[in-house]
């Protein structure tokens, strides 16, 4: 070793830059522990300026430390420590030593004493702040052991009276990260020790840099988030930090008193300048409504969101925030909203007609006028109408949740919100649209409202309007001429934007489902019939009557007298649409017309029953007679495939547990068959094209797997289990289909090795769950383990195929909820003969637009593919911007996928399909290994040994007709 | 000590602004604003008030200017160039780009139009504005050496500002006109708690609190959107500059959203090239406009285009901004007269209307109007009133006060008796005093100036060691010598005040005997007395020397027996003048005698 050092010293005396080589090389050849420490030991020594020490910290700082060599490394910088005159040097250490205790796996409680230490005679401010951090990170670590928490709070408490505010600020934080959380524990502790935390650091809430008093509050959030409760009597103190000359001190008090009105919503508090008391909860709402019209847009914003959360606050309150008197030459004017209101309940429509029509009425009493309320008046007035977006979006969800809290509430912040829905910012209004529907559960919409609502509906971004359409669909409208507007405005759309048709019509869909009783009165008119003479037959495939149908036969499922309305064509048109759009047109119970009604029995609501009976009956029968003779075995798994297949295609609810279960059975028929085959009974090499088969079965059923295991959405652990298990089955198939194949016994060495190895990760993962897999493939082949590991790989493919065929059949459980990720691409649409023409060598965009069901993170899986004739493929992965979410469980994908190619003589197809990406590690547990955050190193991990990625076709392809021209010259 | 005197203009009057203040010493005048109403020598204000004899330049230390409306700007060039004035002149960026297209305007229509001479000429305005000195928000401009001015934002139009005046530690914040609300191309008006001793604000809707605008815009834009579908015409008179911008960009984004074809046209002039300084002064805009003038400007209007006159003929829908915004004259009157007879039509008057005017007239409802020869026209098209204006209401004002946090409170430009209404309520509310000085009036503040003191590093020190963490919030008191010399001043230890002066030091003590009944011995008392104030002072230290006597800290005690009754005791106590407090403390705990029962 001393010898090696010695070497290294000497040729850094010589040659600088070629240190810096072998440094690299060395890195590679992962030279252990000793030189590292070493290493650094040399270089300080030697280093002959300050200047010279900080590059070789910073140096150093960039290549990680193996745990092992932590503490010597430690070691090594605080002796340097001690030495150092530099307070930069010092400031360095310091830092490195806080990061170096962040290594995984390195247990800081060694060094500790040391680092304490260094704090007595530091100077510096500035490391003296750098040590404590490094004490914070040291803390971090080792929560779990009082005395030394303990010991380090009150090492930063000593150090609360420096002067500067950067070792303030630390040792609060030190304090609220690491100070007693519990009475007893602080009690029995030295005495001294024991002072109140709380105190200490209330104290500091009045120090005189803004930096120490935020953290001060900062520590006291942290000391809230880490489970104290904290004092009642700091309300009084964080209600004057709202005064406070700068922002975060502001910013974070606002947190502080929403913290405490938390934790103390019932206790009074006295009204300062009189002698009336109120709630705490009343009083802080109150208080951070006022912060709402701050002068700084960031307090604005924290202030607005808080407010939204504060749901005991007394309605007499939350009222107030709506409330903004107007006045004008000081007399009461009335607002514009209530006007309207007004002028709806007198009957009259129009407004404004004439100037003075808001004239003001009444004197004001001016003493009575309080222009700065010191309640929460009109705060969300103002939110609503602030300068910046942010502060409006937070005023828009703070609204929501309070509304969907409080009906009464939301009856009144109506009017604003329908106000948001012109805001100049797309966000806004969107947000504001989502908003409305959260809450219409609560509210009923108004004429004159909904006239406002609707008139949105010509706006040109596409997701506004598809926000809309899902507000429509679950209003209230409270009139006749509501749903007429709402009809009118809706078919106005629809000529407008003829791309918003299934959106629309599933909008009607619901309108009419929620007002048989308004539609009634207006089918006549609807539909354009007229009493005495016969009107010609509106076209069929017109979207806008279309659209008119879906609404009326909606209304009529719920009212029994409609369609005695309907004339004749009505009847063959519902016919029609009842099996063109089944998903828009429910069963009727047409008089007379029993037949057409539907194939299925009208009453649904008994039906979903025997469905799932069914379901679980044909599981049952596969399940018991699993020692039937083979022949009887495959058959019955064929039926029972064939059943689950169309009982999905039937009822849409069972859809994924029926396919689920499908693919399972169908993955041990494929074992089944496989295990059939005659190769195992004859010489090898003469039966090539069975062994194909068996093969080819292999693969399917490790296809089908995953499928299985990423295309669900509820699949719990036991499945996940079971799925795991075909798997291994699958990959054991694999292993004896080439074994019997291949010559020689080189390859299967591997193969073998690194099958066992699945079994053991196998083993490990699921240790659980393999108790209830009593008789199965694994747990046969795990107590055969030790003679597995032992023996020879022929022995080995003898061994599995024998386990493989004795294995019995495992029972699949089914979860509560099973969904299976669908999506559906609705643009393109694959019907244009127009080849989409561009001069190749170019790009072209291509709009794709597509729904997305059940898919769990569609950000990180869904991509897209685009298939050239060629057989050239392209995966993109959209932007995460592209998703949207309209409801749960839904998403939208809207995206642009960049086409190029070189020319071609005549047009051609290309397929565009979405695929569904998955990582095999994605499930497990997802224990993912922390990055080493200290060094920016370039070694990368190895990704986990088995990570199997792949992809999963999920929609159907769509072909798209393009024409890359080539280039004129 | 401030000074404040009130030109005529501004007070309690709308238009005309013109304030002058002084400030420790500094002549300021904020804003020169002419008045629309008059047309002789009434519309500028009267500078021969300012000095009676003697030039301006000498006077007054700088001219502010808060933004380019002729009621704040219009004097400009005859008081620089006709009165005779070669200061600085202080304006924003925008205001120094804008208001010599204004002021222009104004000349052309009062001396080309109306024939008037001893005006202002062209080159006068140029000249003018070669003595403004353009300024950038938020920047600190040092006018001399002990003036200082800064801008803040204010809403109101582009380039709008307040001004900070700074002389020393006193301060005037001057408004100008601003606005609180944010519209859809300004902020909101914003300034940080500067504290100042005065804040001068204007008052235009000192007794309004104003509807959301939301209420406004979405009417507004209802009304153009029904008329167009029906296939009318829409017409907005407009004054050329700020709401129309504010109004052009509403509808704008509204045709963009809604996918409307339907032309909306602006009528020429001066707007275009105002047009142009408003796309170049994004910065000054409100943040939608901000974020997204990297894809397209807002002030590049996709479907505003120039009007032509006969575009006025042309069939179908269309929407018109057309100027003056009065209806009294010019483009926006001949197409009014055009459209009038159709009741498809609309007139949408966006704001306020002076009387005589048509706009009034067909306001107040008037369906007949008598033109120019005696023609009558009738008033089919619809009228509509929509009231966009920019002025912080009564509630704004407030939140501003509470933003800036200022001592005395002056406002001006308004009326007389809505101010006393905000008056009272500011009064009320913060605490602080509120004038509103009539024209002509001037309004004296006295300020406590704070005086800055130089103190020794080693005193400071010293002196913050001995008391716990020092508090920024309180004042603290510390023992020092002040010593005044050369107009400075310094606080400095005794003991370096006496080494500078030269001084030997003298010491000051006070001695007092207190007469204790005692039939003990000396050292007896002495015990007892010793065991007392340790009991009664347990802060201090209290030592019993050997030579008998007590000292507490510095305070020296010593007991001798009465030379003529035994029985009684002379204590005598002996403190320096620096103990004052506590010596005086120990001889009246004395005097109250020892307790009995202590052995």
């Known amino acids: 070793m001393a010898a090696h050092l010695k070497k290294r010293v000497y040729e850094e005396f010589t040659k600088v830059v070629q240190q810096q080589h072998e440094d690299l090389s060395a890195k590679k050849l992962r030279l252990t522990k000793p030189s590292k420490s070493a290493a650094l030991h040399v270089d300080l020594c030697k280093a002959t300026s300050p200047a010279d020490a900080l590059q070789y910290l910073l140096q150093f700082a960039r290549k990680p430390v193996e745990v092992e060599s932590v503490e010597g490394v430690v070691r090594i910088l605080l002796e340097h420590y001690y030495k150092e005159n530099d307070a930069s040097v010092r400031l360095k250490i310091a830092s490195l030593l806080g990061l170096l205790s962040k290594t995984a796996g390195f247990s800081p409680d060694c060094i500790m004493d040391d680092a304490i230490n260094t704090l007595q005679n530091e100077k510096s401010h500035q490391v003296l702040a750098q040590l404590l951090d490094t004490l914070l990170v040291i803390g971090t670590k080792l929560t779990e052991n009082p005395s030394v928490r303990m010991r380090l709070v009150e090492v930063a408490c000593k150090h609360l009276t420096d002067s500067s505010h950067g070792v303030r600020n630390k040792c609060l934080q030190l304090i609220g990260c690491l100070g007693p959380v519990e009475k007893g524990v602080a009690k029995e502790a030295e005495s001294q020790a024991a002072k109140d935390v709380q105190k200490i650091i209330g104290d500091h809430f009045n120090d005189q840099d803004p930096r120490v008093r935020t953290a001060a509050i900062k520590a006291m959030l942290q000391l809230h988030e880490r489970g104290l409760k904290l004092q009642q009597a700091i309300y009084s103190q964080a209600c004057k930090l709202l005064a406070d000359d700068y922002e975060q001190v502001r910013s974070a008090a606002v947190q502080l008193i929403w913290v405490l009105s938390q934790l103390y919503p019932e206790s009074i508090v006295p009204i300062p300048s009189s002698n009336e008391e109120i709630r705490l909860v009343d ?38 925030t709506l409330d903004k008197k107007l006045m004008s030459d000081l007399r009461r004017k009335r607002t514009a909203h209530e006007r309207a209101k007004e002028l709806y309940s007198s009957g009259e429509f129009s407004s404004g007609r004439k100037w003075g029509d808001d004239a003001p009425k009444e004197e004001i009493d001016t003493g009575a006028v309080n222009l700065i309320e010191s309640g929460a008046c009109g705060a969300f007035v103002h939110g609503l109408e602030d300068e910046m977006y942010e502060v409006r979006i937070a005023a828009v969800e703070a609204l929501c949740m309070l509304a969907q809290s409080s009906p009464s509430f939301a009856e009144k912040c109506l009017d604003f919100l329908v106000d948001m829905f012109n805001d100049e910012i797309e966000e806004v209004r969107l947000q504001s649209i989502h908003t409305m529907r959260k809450i219409s559960n609560n509210i009923t919409l108004r004429e004159d409202q909904l006239d406002t609502v609707l008139a949105v509906l010509e706006d040109s971004s596409r997701d506004i309007r598809e926000a809309l359409h899902e507000l429509l669909c679950c209003t209230n409208v409270s009139t006749k001429e509501g749903i007429h507007l709402a009809l009118v405005e809706l078919l106005k759309n629809l000529t407008k934007y003829p791309t918003d048709r299934e959106s629309i019509w599933k909008c009607l869909k619901f309108l009419g489902s929620r007002h048989p009783t308004l539609v009634l009165p207006l089918v006549p008119e609807l539909l354009s019939t007229h009493p005495f003479f016969d009107t010609p037959e509106p076209d069929m495939d017109d979207p806008a009557y279309i659209a008119v149908l879906v609404l009326i036969f909606n209304a009529a499922k719920s009212c029994p007298t409609m369609p005695a309305l309907f004339s004749d064509h009505t009847f063959r048109h519902y016919a029609y649409l009842r099996d063109s759009l089944s998903h828009l047109v429910p069963p009727l119970r047409l008089p007379g017309r029993k037949l057409l009604s539907s194939p299925v029995s009208p009453s649904i609501a008994p039906h979903e029953d025997p469905s799932q009976q069914f379901l679980h009956q044909s599981l049952e029968r596969v399940y018991n007679l699993q020692h039937l003779d083979p022949q009887g075995i495959q058959e019955l798994l064929e039926f029972t495939i064939r059943d689950l297949q169309r009982l999905g295609e039937l009822q849409s609810e069972l859809a994924g547990m029926a396919d689920f279960t499908a693919t399972y059975l ?19 090499p003469l039966y090539l094209k069975q062994n194909a088969l068996a093969s080819a079965a292999a693969k399917q059923i490790l296809e089908e797997t995953y499928k299985m295991e990423f295309m669900y959405s509820g699949v719990e652990s036991r499945q996940v289990v079971i799925i795991h298990h075909m798997r291994l089955q699958a990959k054991a198939l694999q292993l004896i289909v080439t074994a019997r194949t291949t010559r020689g016994v080189e390859p299967l060495f591997g193969m073998c090795e690194k099958f066992l190895q699945e079994v053991d990760s196998f083993q490990r993962c699921f240790i659980s769950e393999l108790p209830h897999m009593q008789g199965s493939f694994v747990d046969k082949l795990l107590d055969l383990m030790p003679r597995l590991v032992t023996s020879k790989p022929s022995e080995v493919v003898k061994i599995l195929q024998t386990t493989l065929r004795q294995s019995t059949f495992l029972h699949l459980p089914l979860p509560e909820q099973l969904h299976r990720a669908t999506a559906n691409i609705i643009e393109p649409t694959g019907e244009s003969d127009n080849p989409l023409r561009f001069t190749s060598g170019l790009v072209v965009a291509l709009d794709v637009d597509a729904t997305l069901e059940h898919v769990q993170d569609p950000q990180g899986t869904v991509k897209v593919q685009v298939l050239y004739p060629d057989g050239q493929a392209q995966i993109i992965h959209p932007k995460p911007a592209d998703f949207r979410n309209p409801g749960p469980g839904r998403h939208r994908l809207i995206t642009q996928v960049y086409l190029s190619h070189t020319a071609w003589t005549e047009p051609c197809q290309i397929e565009v399909r979405l695929l569904l990406a998955y990582n095999s590690n994605r499930s497990k547990a997802s224990a993912k290994i922390p990055k080493s955050s200290w060094s920016e190193s370039l070694e990368a991990l190895p990704q986990s040994e088995n990570g199997i990625e792949g992809t999963i076709p999920f929609s159907k392809p769509v072909k798209v007709y393009i024409m890359p021209k080539p280039a004129r010259r | 000590l401030i000074c404040l005197c009130l030109h005529p203009g501004a007070g309690q009057d709308v238009g005309r602004s013109c304030i002058l203040v002084s400030i420790a010493g500094k002549n300021v005048m904020l804003d020169c604003g002419m008045h629309m109403g008059y047309n002789d020598d009434r519309r500028f204000p009267d500078f021969s008030y300012i000095t009676q004899n003697g030039r301006l330049t000498d006077f007054l230390d700088c001219v502010i200017i808060s933004h380019f409306h002729l009621d704040h700007c219009g004097a400009l060039p005859y008081f620089s160039e006709m009165v005779g004035y070669d200061g600085p002149i202080y304006m924003t960026h925008p205001t120094k780009a804008i208001c010599p297209i204004l002021l222009e305007d104004y000349r052309k229509i009062t001396v080309d139009k109306k024939g008037e001479t001893n005006f202002f000429t062209s080159q006068m305005i140029k000249d003018c504005m070669k003595k403004v000195v353009a300024v950038h928000l ?118 963009e959203r809604m996918n409307l074809k339907a032309p909306i046209y602006f009528s020429t002039g001066l707007t275009e090239k105002a047009n142009h300084y408003y796309k170049l002064f994004i910065t000054w805009t409100n943040q939608k406009i901000r974020k997204t003038f990297v894809q397209r400007n807002m ?40 459209w009038a007879g159709n009741e498809k039509n609309m007139v949408i008057m966006p704001g306020y209307c002076v009387q005589g005017t048509v706009g009034h007239k067909i306001l107040s409802g008037q369906r007949k109007l008598e033109m120019e020869g005696r023609q009558i026209l009738e008033v089919k098209m619809q009228v509509e009133y929509m009231s966009f204006s920019a002025h912080a209401d009564a509630k704004g004002i407030m939140q501003l006060i509470r933003q800036a946090e200022p001592r005395n409170v002056l406002l001006v430009h308004g009326e007389a008796k809505k101010m006393e209404f905000l008056k009272q309520k500011i009064e009320q509310e913060f605490h602080v005093n509120c004038y509103m000085p009539a024209n002509g009036e001037t309004t004296t503040i006295f300020t406590n100036p704070s005086i800055p003191v130089d103190i020794s590093l080693g005193l400071l020190k010293r002196e913050t060691a001995i008391g716990l963490l020092p508090d920024a919030k309180k004042p603290k008191l510390m023992h020092g010598t002040l010593i005044m010399k050369d107009n400075s001043f310094r606080l400095v230890s005794p003991e370096q005040a006496l080494k500078e002066l030269g001084l030997a030091e003298h010491q000051l003590r006070f001695t007092c005997r207190v007469h204790i009944q005692d039939p003990r011995k000396e050292h007896e008392t002495v015990l007892r007395v010793y065991n007392h104030l340790k009991g009664v002072l347990k802060d201090y230290s209290v030592q019993h020397l050997p030579d008998g006597s007590i000292t507490v800290e510095s305070i020296l005690i010593q007991a001798t027996a009465h030379s003529e009754d035994q029985g009684t005791k002379v204590l005598l106590v002996s403190w320096t003048y620096q103990d004052e407090e506590l010596g005086s403390y120990l001889t009246s705990l004395l005097k109250k005698g020892l307790p009995q029962s202590t052995a």
């Open chain 1, 666 to 684: 169908q993955c041990q028929l494929l074992l089944i068959k496989a295990l059939q085959e005659k190769l195992w009974n004859v010489a090898a």
């Open chain 2, 299 to 338: 002030f590049e209007f996709k479907h505003i285009k120039a009007f032509d006159r006969a575009f006025a003929d042309n069939p179908g829908p269309m929407v018109v901004f057309a100027t003056p915004g009065m209806l009294h004259a010019g483009q926006s009157l001949q197409i009014f007269r055009k």
């Open chain 1, 283 to 320: 009083d802080a709402f109150g208080k951070i409504c006022h912060m709402v019209s701050d002068g700084s847009w960031v307090v604005r914003v924290q202030a607005a969101k808080l407010l939204g959360s504060m749901q005991q606050v007394s309605s007499h309150f939350l009222e107030q």
């Open chain 2, 138 to 255: 938020h920047q600190t401009v040092q006018v001399d050496e002990e003036l200082e001015i800064k801008a803040y934002y204010a809403g109101h139009v582009l380039g709008a500002a307040m001004f900070q005046i700074k002389v020393g530690c006193e301060s005037v914040v001057y408004t100008g006109d601003y606005n609180m609300t944010p519209d859809r191309h300004l902020g909101a008006a914003w300034i940080d708690k500067c504290r100042p001793d005065l804040l001068i604000s204007e008052s235009t809707y000192a007794t309004t609190i104003r509807d959301s605008k939301r209420c406004r815009e979405r009417d507004f834009l209802k009304k153009v959107h029904e008329t167009v579908e029906r296939g009318g015409k829409v017409l907005i008179p407009v004054f050329a500059l700020g709401r129309a911008q504010e109004l052009c960009i509403l509808l704008e984004t509204f045709w």
